[in-house]
């Protein structure tokens, strides 16, 4: 069974928005609010049944397991993403340096900037290279500690539900399955309580 954790790609993204405040003319009435739609309890296991299914996206994504791996490779990734923008910095430097040196530079000074300058280019490239193999690496290595922690658990459930068969939502291609045959909530409520309590952060 493969399990498929949270894969977030390298890089980092700004996204800016404004908001305009109006001074309305009088007060608005509030719109009456909707009572919110109370959530549907859990259908119950079909007795009897022998089959059953998992969402292993969402126990990735709900359990406590799932949240501290993905926190793991969000740091990762962001102290990668750190140390390639200050070389990329550093490589503008020497380029605008160089382009905007004119008349004041010699040629041989100017060589040597642009010299410099490709050399951190090709360092840069092969530090991005690295920095995307390291961060794969470390989710091969969550992925297989996740996977030996949840397939006992998985097969615990099943047990106690005397189900001989289960399946994954997305690998199986199952098109439409009886809600009440999802054993996913089960399994996180019981990798949830395997798990160790996390260390205090240290400030």
């Given at each position: 069974m493969k399990v498929s954790l949270v894969t977030v790609v390298l890089g980092a993204s700004l996204v800016a928005t404004s908001v305009y405040a109006q001074t309305p003319a009088a007060p608005a009435t509030p719109p009456a609010q909707q009572p919110a739609a109370a959530p549907q309890p859990p259908r119950p296991f079909p007795e009897g049944a022998k089959v059953a299914w998992v969402n292993l996206q969402r126990i990735a994504s709900e359990s406590s397991e799932g949240k501290v791996a993905r926190t793991k490779i969000e740091a990762l990734q962001t102290k990668k993403t750190t140390e390639l923008q200050d070389r990329q910095k550093q490589l503008k430097a020497l380029?605008?340096?160089?382009?905007?040196?004119?008349?004041?530079?010699?040629?041989?000074?100017?060589?040597?900037?642009?010299?410099?300058?490709?050399?951190?280019?090709?360092?840069?490239?092969?530090?991005?290279?690295?920095?995307?193999?390291?961060?794969?690496?470390?989710?091969?290595?969550?992925?297989?500690?996740f996977q030996k922690k949840l397939l006992p658990l998985i097969e615990k459930v099943a047990a106690e539900k005397g189900v001989q068969l289960v399946f994954s939502l997305g690998d199986s291609g199952l098109v439409w399955a009886d809600l009440g045959l999802d054993l996913?909530?089960?399994?996180?409520?019981r990798l949830d309580g395997a798990a160790p309590a996390a260390a205090p952060v240290k400030k």
């Open positions: 380029q605008d340096k160089a382009s905007q040196g004119g008349t004041v530079l010699s040629d041989a000074a100017r060589a040597q900037l642009e010299k410099e300058a490709e050399r951190i280019q090709v360092d840069l490239q092969r530090a991005s290279q690295d920095a995307q193999a390291e961060v794969e690496e470390l989710q091969r290595e969550l992925q297989l500690e996913s909530a089960d399994v996180i409520k």
